[in-house]
C-alpha cells in the first residue's frame, strides 16, 4: 500500500513523506478530518464544476443594471465579470486558509437579481445606488456578526419566514430566466416582462435552446452527474455558435453574442472595470440616491437576504461535513465573520452581495472537508479570468436557462413552510405573489413580514414574536408610505 495520501486498513491517518504534502497536511489538519490530498483535490474540482455557471450568468443579469444619470448607460461586462471572479477569489481564499472549510464564496443567484431588477432598476437607484446599498448592507451584516445580535435573531427570528424570504427569490429568479429564454414580453411602459407569449413566433429558436440546456441540466441533475450545470451550458454554447454562425443576422438577435464571422474580442477591458469603480464611489455624493426612500429598505432587505440565506446555507454545509467526521463541530468564528464582511469588498468594486455557494455540497460529497477546496477554487477562479473572452459570448438565453434550473431546486424548499399554520400560509402566499407580480424582491419580503406581525396579532400571538420585528414592520410601513406619497 502507499504510503502517500491514503489511508491503512485500520482508518488511521498516515502523514505522507513527501514535505510538500506532509506541509498542506498538516496546516489543513487532515489528521483531524482523516481525509486525503487526493479527495479534497477532487472535492475542489467537482465543486467549481457545480458553480462555475455563476460567472457568466452574474455577468449577464449585473450589465442590465441601468445608472442613475443616464438609463441608456449600463455596467460594463468585463468590470462585473471580474469583480465576480476576484471578490469570488478573496472570500474564498479567506474561508481556506483562515477557516479551513471547503466552502466557496461568490456573488450569488438571488442577490444579483435583487441587485439588477429590484435596487437598481425598480426602485431607481441604478447601479451606483446598488453598489452603495450593497456596502451598507454588508457592513451592517458584519457589524451584527462581531456583535451577538446575529445568534440573537436566528433564534428569534421563526425558520418558516426565512424559507419564504428564499422561495420568493426562486420564483423571481425564474421568472427572470424564462424571460431571459425568450417566453415572455417586455411591456413597454413598464419595461417589464409579461408573460403573454406574445414573441413565441418570433423568439421559438431561442425558446428551443434555452429549454434543451435547461432539460440537460435537470437530466444531469436527477442521474447525479457532476457539473451538470456546466456540461450544460458549454452544450446550450456551442449549439448557440452553430446557430449563430449559420443563421442570418436578423435571426440571431438574442445569441447574436455568439457570432463570430466578423471576428473574436479578445478586449480585457481593465478600463470599464475601474469605472464601475468609480462610478459607484463618485455616487456617495449624488442627492437622487440617499434622497430616495427605498435606499434605506433596500439596505435592509439586502442585509436580510444575506443573514437568513448565507446562515441557512452555513448550517446546512457544516451539518454535511459533519457526517464525515468523528466530533461534530459547529459553525466557527471566522467562518461567519469572512461570510459577513466580504460583501464589504463587492459594494466597493461593483458586484452584488457575497453569498455562501450551497455547490459547495458537490465537493464535501466527494469526501472533502478542508480548505484545500477552497484553495482549488482559487486557482480556477483565476484561470477562469483568462478565458473572460469565452465567458462573454455566452448568450441569455443559455444562462436564463441556469436561472430556471436554480430557480427550481431552491424553490423545493417551499414543503419547509409550515402552511397549517396561518401565521406562516398566509405571509407566504402574499409574499411570494407580491414578489412576482410587482416584479421587486424587496415588494415581496415587505409584504411577508408585515402580513406575519398582523396575522400572529389577531390570532393572539403578538407576545410570541420577536422584538426586532415589531421596528421591521414600522420601518416597511414607512417604505409603503415613502413610495406612496413622497417620490
Known sequence: ??????????????????????????????????????????????????????????????????????????????????????????????????????????????????????????????????????????????????????????????????????????????????????????????????????????????????????????????????????????????????????????????????????????????DGFIWNIESGMKAFANPKIWSNPGLYVCVLVVMLMSFFDDSAALSALYMQRNQHIKTPMEVSRPTMLIDAGSGILNGLVGVSSMSIMVESSAGISQGAKTGVVALVNVALFGVAIALFPIFATIPTVVTGAACVFIGILMVLHISEIEWDKPEFAVPAFLGILFAITTFTIVNGVAVTILAYAFVMIITNKAKKVHILIWPLCLCLIAYFVAFAFIQ
Request: charged share 10%; proline share 3%.
Open 1 to 270: 500500500m502507499q504510503k502517500n495520501n491514503v489511508l491503512n486498513d485500520k482508518d488511521q491517518f498516515q502523514w505522507s513523506q513527501n514535505k510538500t504534502v506532509y506541509r498542506i497536511q498538516k496546516y489543513f489538519q487532515f489528521d483531524k478530518f482523516n481525509t486525503t490530498l487526493k479527495k479534497e483535490l477532487l472535492g475542489g474540482l467537482t465543486t467549481f464544476l457545480a458553480l462555475v455557471y455563476i460567472l457568466s450568468v452574474n455577468k449577464g443579469i449585473l450589465e442590465l443594471s441601468p445608472s442613475i444619470n443616464d438609463s441608456e448607460q449600463h455596467m460594463n461586462g468585463f468590470g462585473i465579470f471580474f469583480a465576480t471572479a476576484i471578490t469570488s477569489i478573496v472570500a474564498t481564499l479567506l474561508m481556506g486558509l483562515w477557516a479551513n472549510v471547503p466552502i466557496v464564496m461568490s456573488p450569488g443567484m438571488g442577490m444579483n437579481t435583487l441587485f439588477t431588477y429590484t435596487l437598481a432598476q425598480q426602485a431607481k437607484l441604478g447601479f451606483e445606488g446598488a453598489m452603495i446599498a450593497v456596502l451598507l448592507a454588508s457592513i451592517f451584516f458584519f457589524l451584527v456578526t462581531v456583535t451577538p445580535m446575529r445568534q440573537m435573531i436566528l433564534q428569534g427570528i421563526p425558520k418558516s419566514l426565512s424559507v419564504i424570504f428564499a422561495v420568493a427569490i426562486a420564483f423571481f429568479i425564474a421568472y427572470v430566466g424564462l424571460e431571459q429564454m425568450g417566453w415572455f414580453a417586455i411591456e413597454k411602459t413598464s419595461g417589464l416582462p409579461v408573460a403573454s407569449l406574445s414573441t413565441l413566433k418570433e423568439n421559438y429558436l431561442f425558446i428551443i435552446l434555452g429549454m434543451i440546456t435547461l432539460c440537460l441540466m435537470l437530466f444531469f441533475h436527477y442521474k447525479k452527474i457532476n457539473g451538470g450545470v456546466a456540461l450544460s451550458i458549454l452544450i446550450g454554447f456551442v449549439l448557440a455558435i452553430i446557430l449563430a454562425n449559420t443563421l442570418p443576422s436578423e435571426q440571431i438577435t438574442k445569441i447574436s453574442s455568439a457570432n463570430f464571422r466578423n471576428g473574436f474580442d479578445f478586449t480585457y477591458d481593465f
